[in-house]
Nanobody, 124 residues
Framework: VHLQAYGGGAVQPGGSLRLSCAAS????????MGWFRQSLGKEREFVAA????????HYAHSVKGRFTIFRDRARGQVYLQLNSLRPEDTSVYYC??????????????????WGQGTLVTVSS
């Protein structure tokens, strides 16, 4: 499984970005897809996930209502729409795939496949 994340950049507070994760094969149909982020000196933290079956979405409390995860099966991509960005959202964002049950989808160690990170910087 090959994942490639892109779409990061610099934006002012209150701005928006859309991150994309291109997935090889039938990844979207087989695996839960997640987005995580990691800031300098901090542990990697869960941001959002979308289940393979049914497309149920899950969000970290800190981003709920501002970020949206969705997928395009035809294009084999998963997206993370980031709205109302805050300076504390500054981080390297990673997409991941794995066979993950709902109870553990916030645990980065449960994801077997990772893309390279894409940097999001929110600053005035």
């Amino acid at each position: 499984v090959h994942l490639q994340a892109y779409g990061g950049g610099a934006v002012q507070p209150g701005g928006s970005l859309r991150l994309s994760c291109a997935a090889s094969g039938n990844t979207l149909g087989q695996y839960t897809m997640g987005w995580f982020r990691q800031s300098l000196g901090k542990e990697r933290e869960f941001v959002a996930a979308i289940r393979a079956s049914g497309g149920t979405t899950h969000y970290a409390h800190s981003v709920k209502g501002r970020f949206t995860i969705f997928r395009d099966r035809a294009r084999g991509q998963v997206y993370l729409q980031l709205n109302s960005l805050r300076p504390e959202d500054t981080s390297v964002y990673y997409c991941a795939a794995g066979t993950v049950i709902t109870r553990t989808l916030r645990d980065s160690q449960k994801y077997a496949y990772w893309g390279q990170g894409t940097l999001v910087t929110v600053s005035s």
